[in-house]
């Protein structure tokens, strides 16, 4: 994987506290697409989950919190199964 390649990532999250929650889906409203209710899809390079891992870091209490980040590969993303909804697909979007 080159470093502007873009790997799958399916990111869950459980977070305590409800104003976290809020900060934590906004955060990633931003870096990928909301599947279900917590849980997203990124398509991110490595400097872009590097800068995500890190914005997370400052909104979690981790004594509370758990967020989990599965890396899927091609071959994985295209097996898939998605009944009621839109398989993975990869969006571009753009964070400040």
């Not at 790997?7 to 870096?31: P, W």
């Not at 209490?61 to 993303?77: M, T």
Request: aromatic share 10%.
């Amino acid at each position: 994987m080159g470093p502007h390649d873009t790997c799958c990532y399916v990111i869950a999250y459980d977070i305590a506290d409800d104003r976290r929650r809020a900060r934590v889906h906004k955060l990633l409203c931003g870096f990928g697409k909301w599947t279900q209710y917590s849980v997203f899809e990124c398509f991110l390079t490595r400097k872009e989950l590097v800068l995500l891992r890190a914005r997370l870091a400052a909104h979690l209490n981790e004594r509370e919190d758990s967020v989990r980040i599965y890396p899927l590969c091609q071959a994985c993303v295209k097996r898939v199964v998605t009944v009621g909804g839109e398989p993975p697909r990869e969006e571009r979007l753009y964070f400040s």
